[in-house]
Nanobody, 124 residues
Framework: QVQLVESGGGLVQAGGSLRLSCAAS????????MGWFRQAPGKEREIVAA????????YYANSVKGRFTISKDYAKNTVYLQMNSLKPEDTAVYYC?????????????????WGQGTQVTVSS
């Protein structure tokens, strides 16, 4: 079992950057495929980015491709989401999640463990 704690959210102007962190405890991030999801008010939770257990494969939603980068730091047992060129439509609660498959997984139901979420607000 793994516990996930997100941090790094906040208020930023459009065009700015934020880096979200997801600290894992209980088991290492190398034991899981990891993903970042987001949920805006009135909308369903959606995949933003995902990374395989090995870190060798990644996935990005079309809406964030070229702007966001997911990465794993095995020494710190932490997964990051670097977000650049932020837009108002990126405003949402961002969640970190862990899944047992070896490969990149992109659907909510594939993930077994979730963090509590961190708010990201992008002003225009």
């Amino acid at each position: 079992q793994v516990q996930l704690v997100e941090s790094g959210g906040g208020l930023v102007q459009a065009g700015g950057s934020l880096r979200l962190s997801c600290a894992a405890s209980g088991r290492t991030t190398s034991s899981y495929a990891m993903g970042w999801f987001r949920q805006a008010p009135g909308k369903e939770r959606e995949i933003v980015a995902a990374i395989s257990r090995s870190g060798g494969n990644t996935y990005y939603a079309n809406s964030v491709k070229g702007r966001f980068t997911i990465s794993k730091d095995y020494a710190k047992n932490t997964v990051y989401l670097q977000m650049n060129s932020l837009k108002p439509e990126d405003t949402a609660v961002y969640y970190c999640a862990a899944a047992t498959p070896w490969v990149v997984v992109t659907t909510v139901s594939d993930y077994d463990y979730w963090g509590q979420g961190t708010q990201v607000t992008v002003s225009s």
